[in-house]
């Protein structure tokens, strides 16, 4: 492919951000500079950009806590991939991260399990959890998983793929509805 | 004791609690993420003016976004201001949302629910 086929792809796919690397704080704060430039563009109604905002905001943390290193012991291989598009109907945050084989398990429950619930119980399930006393530095990756269904008022679409004996990939993909 | 001023950054709320007026402000948004260093300063401060504080507190709370791992901590202060009420003190939580912030508004609630104290969801125009 050239590199025009390749900017013509970009276009078709509406691509309007894709990062691969470690997640630092820094980057953290230049993506959601570029994004609030680039929705602020965007003709979409303020609370749609609100909820883009927002699952931005869980998903990348998410990357910067929870991330993986691809070499273990070193840190400056904690790569992970971002990338926002859109359709017609909706908006889409996919990340993707190197998970340990042995966290698979709970975290696919975890997921699994905000996935099956109707959004009243998804707000129980919320208040309950918020309520429980632990606070961890990482924020509780079950509270970010229910904002982030919430917020986005869809099912969490996620994948695993086998990397070697001990390390998956995971991706997510989160989509925010445009408004009619 | 002193009031606590904390400047807005683009990561993390403005902080405005007067120890005399009990007025305790929160605005902007909170998404750092490292949440701990932000708010342990906070509910310190929270701690000692529980024993001070005057008969009326006001929590005016407008924040346009925050992270989950805020949540907790902001939960962590209405307990705070929990100790207050059940001292006898008068308590007041004003939640502000945007007109269109639906989400905000329903966090607001939730917030009533877990937290028990009397709250004012207030919605803002959004100019």
Known sequence: ?????????????????????????????????????????????????????????????????????????????????????????????????????????????????????????????????????????????DLGMIDMARKSGQKLDYHFTEVNDNLSFFDLKVKIAKKK | MDNLKIEGTKQTPEIDFNSSTGILSISGRSIPENTFEFFNPVLLWLDEFSSIAPEKVIAKINLEYFNTSSSKYILEILKRLRIILKDGKDILVEWYYEEDDEEMMETGEDYEDVSGLPFEIISIDDE
């Open chain 1, 1 to 141: 492919m050239n590199t025009y086929e390749k900017f013509r792809k970009m276009m078709d796919n509406h691509i309007m951000l894709s990062f691969k690397g470690e997640i630092t704080s820094d980057i953290i704060n230049m993506v959601l500079q570029i994004m609030e430039t680039r929705l602020d563009a965007v003709s979409e109604k303020s609370s749609v950009r609100k909820k883009i905002f927002n699952v931005l905001v869980e998903c990348m943390q998410n990357l910067y806590h929870h991330a993986e290193a691809e070499v273990e012991g070193q840190i400056d291989t904690r790569r992970a991939m971002l990338e926002l598009f859109y359709n017609n109907e909706f908006y889409f945050i996919l990340t993707g991260n190197y998970i340990k084989n042995n966290d698979i398990q709970r975290l696919k429950e975890r997921i699994d399990r905000v996935n099956s619930l109707s959004k009243e119980d998804l707000r129980k399930y919320y208040r309950e959890i918020l309520d429980n006393n632990s606070i961890s530095n990482k924020g509780g990756a």
